[in-house]
């Protein structure tokens, strides 16, 4: 199958609040038909394009759409045969508007059990929490195409702040440099606040608990995994810059680097838009692999929506690692996203 790459310096972006009903007919849509329905915060429809993925899907059939508005009754908005909802922001800040948003949603579907839930509570819950990703990112570890194959970078928990992380991470055969991250994957502003340290003294300005994580010199690029859908062709890379790689005097002299992972990186760490599109420097990783680690992560996750930040490890020869995911994301740089996602949400609103 012919590879499909885009380089993009784009970044992600993600959520925040609020719900209305959306119908983009091109043909007469019987308002008594079962609806697709979807719960997306204004951040996010404006983010993934909703406007023109609705747009496209109504030129491709006649679907009833419905932009899901949780301060009125779900009774009145619908019937619906299909719901789709991103949630992860409110289950991890968990305040009071935000479960009585979740427990709305929640137990609507509870009473209407033949409505298809495209991805469950449980399974959003999961990939907003750092550790419990990376735990189930072992399941991938050993796939490949007889040549590369992934192994993934080492983590732990640091619980409680001790005087001395040094030990503790040999213990783990944890090497500098690493990745310092917050648990929690999304949610509020600090989620996404994270930095590489080169020492176990620097670790002392980390509030715990956080997850540390071993950082791998990727020649500066990203390949960011988009899946929607359930077969290989769903599976799109897209090469974004990332850090450059640290030499061994880096590693002894450089201070704490902290980064917004959803800001560009500054310029003087970060390659330039012409280095990551060089493909002879560092070529995509091999689609085989890919479809191996797209199908794991579809069946251990319970989603069809993810971005997955995959890594060539430049100090270990084929090797690659995945070391993030998430759910939904905004497919920046994906060509064709409009079309690709509403024939997806076809797909979903027949199953």
Same mark, same amino acid.
């Given at each position: 199958?012919?590879?499909?790459?885009?380089?993009?310096?784009?970044?992600?972006?993600?959520?925040?609040?609020?719900?209305? &009903?959306?119908?983009?007919?091109? $043909?007469? /849509?019987?308002?008594?038909?079962?609806?697709?329905?979807y719960y997306l915060t204004d951040k996010k429809y404006k983010g993934n394009r909703w406007e023109g993925v609705l747009a496209r899907l109504a030129e491709l059939s006649p679907v009833r759409t419905v932009r899901i508005d949780l301060q009125r009754s779900l009774d009145d908005q619908g019937p619906f045969q299909t719901i789709l909802h991103k /949630?992860?922001?409110?289950?991890?800040?968990?305040?009071?508007?935000?479960?009585?948003?979740?427990?709305?949603?929640?137990?609507?579907?509870?009473?209407?059990?033949?409505?298809?839930?495209?991805?469950?509570?449980?399974?959003?819950?999961?990939?907003?929490?750092?550790?419990?990703?990376?735990?189930?990112?072992?399941?991938?570890?050993?796939?490949?195409?007889?040549?590369?194959? #992934?192994?993934?970078?080492?983590?732990?928990?640091?619980?409680?702040?001790?005087?001395?992380?040094?030990?503790?991470?040999?213990?783990?055969?944890?090497?500098?440099?690493?990745?310092?991250?917050?648990?929690?994957?999304?949610?509020?502003?600090?989620?996404?606040?994270?930095? /590489?340290?080169?020492?176990?003294?620097?670790?002392?300005?980390?509030?715990?608990?956080?997850?540390?994580?071993?950082?791998?010199?990727?020649?500066?690029?990203?390949?960011?995994?988009?899946?929607?859908?359930?077969?290989?062709?769903?599976?799109?890379?897209?090469?974004?810059?990332?850090?450059?790689?640290?030499?061994? &005097?880096?590693?002894?002299?450089?201070?704490?680097?902290?980064?917004?992972?959803?800001?560009?990186?500054?310029?003087?760490?970060?390659?330039?838009?012409? &280095?990551?599109?060089?493909?002879?420097?560092?070529?995509?990783?091999?689609?085989?692999?890919?479809?191996?680690?797209?199908?794991?992560?579809?069946?251990?996750?319970?989603?069809?929506?993810?971005?997955?930040?995959?890594?060539?490890?430049?100090?270990?020869?084929?090797?690659?690692? /995945? #070391?993030?995911?998430?759910?939904?994301?905004?497919?920046?740089?994906?060509? $064709?996203?409009?079309?690709?996602?509403?024939?997806?949400?076809?797909?979903?609103?027949?199953?």
């Amino acid at each position: 199958m012919e590879q499909k790459t885009t380089t993009t310096t784009t970044t992600g972006a993600e959520e925040e609040d609020n719900t209305k &009903e959306t119908t983009i007919p091109t $043909q007469p /849509v019987d308002p008594s038909v079962a609806a697709l329905g979807y719960y997306l915060t204004d951040k996010k429809y404006k983010g993934n394009r909703w406007e023109g993925v609705l747009a496209r899907l109504a030129e491709l059939s006649p679907v009833r759409t419905v932009r899901i508005d949780l301060q009125r009754s779900l009774d009145d908005q619908g019937p619906f045969q299909t719901i789709l909802h991103k /949630v992860t922001d409110e289950l991890v800040t968990a305040d009071e508007p935000s479960l009585a948003r979740l427990h709305k949603l929640e137990t609507y579907l509870g009473a209407h059990p033949s409505i298809v839930n495209v991805v469950a509570f449980e399974n959003q819950r999961l990939l907003t929490n750092r550790c419990k990703v990376y735990e189930t990112l072992r399941e991938v570890d050993g796939a490949g195409d007889g040549v590369s194959y #992934v192994s993934n970078p080492k983590f732990m928990v640091i619980e409680q702040q001790v005087e001395d992380y040094g030990p503790i991470l040999q213990e783990h055969n944890i090497q500098f440099p690493v990745m310092a991250k917050p648990l929690p994957a999304c949610g509020t502003a600090a989620s996404h606040q994270m930095g /590489v340290y080169f020492n176990a003294k620097q670790l002392q300005s980390c509030a715990t608990p956080f997850l540390v994580q071993e950082y791998f010199n990727h020649g500066g690029v990203i390949f960011k995994v988009f899946i929607f859908g359930a077969d290989d062709s769903s599976t799109h890379v897209v090469r974004r810059p990332s850090i450059r790689n640290f030499t061994p &005097e880096d590693k002894a002299t450089r201070d704490v680097i902290l980064f917004d992972s959803q800001k560009p990186f500054a310029a003087d760490l970060r390659m330039t838009p012409e &280095e990551v599109a060089d493909e002879t420097a560092l070529p995509n990783p091999p689609m085989i692999m890919l479809h191996a680690i797209s199908k794991a992560l579809r069946a251990a996750f319970g989603c069809q929506l993810l971005g997955v930040d995959v890594i060539r490890n430049v100090d270990s020869p084929n090797t690659y690692a /995945v #070391v993030d995911v998430n759910y939904f994301p905004t497919y920046g740089g994906v060509p $064709q996203y409009e079309d690709r996602m509403a024939r997806y949400l076809l797909t979903i609103s027949k199953t």
